[in-house]
């Protein structure tokens, strides 16, 4: 019997439920607009993929962005440099006070950012988010670029040589305006990333009302760049959930909601699980299992390193705290160990992990300008979700969070589709959507979801 039952866990095999479980798509009840999903190479894991074999770079590459052999990420999150030398900053030197004339410098490779964003492009990658893990070490009060400290000039924090808001402002503005002058558009611009904790690499803190007096300034300075139509600004990246909810308020209270394009939170002291009150979109822009030896399982026991762990939790952050996109952590690297990234890049050897598939059936399906509509369902072993994309189309989410196959008859109220397709990822093909069997009769789809799986149903008229 344990046998069985290991064959059951990792195969995905299992008693078939014949009787069918009815899940109902209501297109009159929406939710949030989606923006996508996506993954970052900073750090140096952008070079990771420049200087790989070409076979190597272009099948990464193809496994990050392409919708039909990879996950197809609609956004690349980009680091900011905060550093003291060439290569990690666009301003490596003091211009010696906050109004003195800065001598920006540009490499044209941004650690191989640059060249990655031009590739994203090619994919037709719609959202790049370029982010500063702080600010320049020498408009912080710690003169450094990590260990914490705070930008000179915000709430309670003051420097003798002067106010570095306004100065911080030119330096991100100036960092969007070179990618634009070199034909690449970055959508989103953050400033702080997980400013409650005092990293040793580079790191700021702030509260959301030190980031509020940051951001009125920022603001107005992109205004007149004309560069506000173009990028959004996001904040704030705390480390968890509950900070960024206590982070986002003290923003509304300080009266810059407005101002802020999305709010951003990672998920490593507390995770997505209720929504955060505002009114802006919500993304989830960093997560990682980064202790976990490098696993490419889909399901083995449910752990943190398998991909269907991953596809549950993207389901809890959509669902019941309404984000608009999940960036994991770093997208592909080389001299894997850990579970850090997605794709591990041995030689000319490309090796997709199941965590990278669960976000695919999330990004593959799920398009940017995706509406998220109700859905109910018949078994509490199977967590159903539904997106209506731009094109028209219809797509459903069936997690099967049970040993056994699963019987599935999909219905839509307030609209007709005629036709169905469905890929499922699972065990035996570790993650990657495969094409699964379904029947449309009478406007009703049915298919069978295999144990611990996720399969997405694509309706169309």
Same mark, same amino acid.
């Given at each position: ?21 009815? !899940? ?8 949030? @607009? ?17 200087? %790989? ?13 392409s919708q039909t052999a990879g996950a197809g990420f609609s956004i690349l999150r980009n680091r900011i440099g905060n550093g003291n030398t060439s290569s990690d ?21 941004? #650690? ?15 959202? !790049? ?5 702080? %600010? ?20 309670? /924090?003051s420097c003798s040589s002067g106010d570095w808001k306004q100065a911080y402002a030119n330096f991100l503005t100036k960092y969007v305006q070179i990618y634009k ?12 990333? @997980?400013?409650e904790f005092s990293a040793s690499y580079s790191s700021m803190l702030s509260s959301g009302t030190q980031a509020a007096d940051f951001i009125k300034v920022l ?9 506000? #139509? ?8 705390? @480390? ?19 101002? !802020? ?26 997560? %990682? ?40 952590? @770093? ?14 890049? #041995? ?45 028209? #189309?219809?797509?459903? /989410? ?7 196959? /699963? ?36 406007? !009703? ?15 169309? %008229?």
């Amino acid at each position: 019997m344990s046998f069985l039952l290991f064959l059951i866990s990792v195969l995905g095999l299992g008693v078939t439920n014949t009787a069918g479980v009815a !899940v109902t798509v209501n297109l009159g009840t929406t939710y949030q @607009e989606m923006d996508g999903f996506g993954c970052s190479q900073a750090f140096g894991r952008a070079a990771n993929i420049y200087t %790989a074999a070409s076979s190597a770079q272009t099948a990464a590459l193809d496994l990050l962005f392409s919708q039909t052999a990879g996950a197809g990420f609609s956004i690349l999150r980009n680091r900011i440099g905060n550093g003291n030398t060439s290569s990690d900053s666009i301003l490596p030197t003091s211009p010696g006070s906050p109004s003195a004339t800065p001598s920006y410098q540009w490499d044209g490779y941004d #650690s191989a950012q640059f060249w990655l964003t031009q590739k994203a492009k090619n994919y037709s990658v719609p959202y !790049v988010y370029a982010d500063a893990w702080g %600010a320049p070490y020498f408009m912080k009060t710690n003169n450094a670029v990590g260990n914490g400290g705070y930008l000179c000039g915000v709430s309670g /924090q003051s420097c003798s040589s002067g106010d570095w808001k306004q100065a911080y402002a030119n330096f991100l503005t100036k960092y969007v305006q070179i990618y634009k002058d070199n034909g690449l558009t970055i959508t989103h611009l953050g400033f702080l990333n @997980e400013p409650e904790f005092s990293a040793s690499y580079s790191s700021m803190l702030s509260s959301g009302t030190q980031a509020a007096d940051f951001i009125k300034v920022l603001y107005p300075t992109l205004q007149s760049a004309n560069l506000s #139509s173009q990028v959004k600004i996001a904040c704030c990246d705390s @480390e968890g959930w509950n900070n960024q909810k206590t982070m986002t308020s003290q923003l509304i209270s300080a009266g810059v909601e407005s101002s !802020v394009g999305v709010v951003t939170s990672h998920s490593y002291t507390s995770s997505p699980d209720v929504a955060i009150s505002t009114s802006r979109k919500v993304w989830q822009t960093e997560y %990682a299992d980064l202790s976990g030896s490098w696993s490419t399982n889909w399901y083995s026991s449910g752990a943190i390193g398998d991909g269907f762990y991953w596809a549950k939790l993207i389901y809890n952050g959509i669902v019941n705290a309404n984000l608009s996109a999940y960036l994991y952590w @770093e997208g592909a690297e080389t001299g894997v160990q850990t579970n850090s990234c997605l794709i591990s890049i #041995s030689g000319t050897t490309v090796t997709a992990s199941g965590r990278l598939w669960a976000l695919g059936q999330w990004s593959r399906y799920v398009r940017p300008g995706a509406r998220r509509v109700a859905t109910t369902s018949g078994s509490s072993t199977l967590l159903t979700s539904a997106f209506k994309n731009t094109d028209g #189309s219809l797509s459903v /989410q069936v997690l099967n969070n049970s040993a056994s196959s /699963q019987s599935v008859s999909i219905s839509v109220s307030g609209g007709t589709y005629t036709q169905a397709s469905a890929f499922i990822s699972q065990q035996s093909n570790g993650g990657k959507p495969t094409a699964l069997t379904v029947t449309v009769s009478s406007g !009703v789809v049915t298919g069978t979801v295999g144990a611990y799986s996720m399969t997405t149903f694509k309706l169309t %008229a």
